[in-house]
């Protein structure tokens, strides 16, 4: 039973090891937008395992595409930011507050976790109010779209001749 145990137990890294990770294995932008290497699927294999190949071979820079859209719609809705800050700047609040005079409901003091629970309990009204259902839905639905179509349309046979995709005709005079 250990055995079994050992052998199936997730591993989840840090933080710092994923984004590392993540680094690591960005590929250049420039082969990423290479207007070169976009051509229409003959058929539906050659579109499914384009899909599968260049979801795992540009995996990190689908996730930076997520995060620039994340960006994108957070900064564009004044609302939604200003909510987010107050949720950020009520657990700030909350942390320095619980080193000097933990806060206490009755004679029971509340932990640094159950206060940050309070935050955001009483964050939602505020966040359904900005609208951050929309916006999350917004970011998921926009990034499926263009993380799909780039991986349709991308060529994923450049991926094996990476100098074929940036060679360019030399004339001879």
Known sequence: MEMAEQRFKLQIPSPREAIGKARKNLKSWAVFFAPSN????????????????????????YLCVFL????FCILTS??????????????????????ENPLKIGSHVLTLPQQYAVVGVLSFPLFYIAGAGAAVFWILGASVFLIVL???????????????????????V
């Open 38 to 61: 976009f051509k229409t699927a003959i058929n539906i294999q050659q579109l499914s395992s384009r899909l599968i190949t260049n979801i795992e071979h540009f995996q990190s820079n």
């Open 150 to 172: 780039h991986a349709a349309f991308f060529d994923s046979d450049a991926l094996k001749n990476p100098d074929e995709s940036f060679a360019t005709p030399i004339e001879t």
């Open 68 to 71: 620039a859209l994340t960006i």
């Open 78 to 99: 004044p609302l939604l930011l200003i909510a987010i800050a107050a949720c950020l700047g009520g657990c700030y609040i909350m942390s320095k507050r619980s080193s």
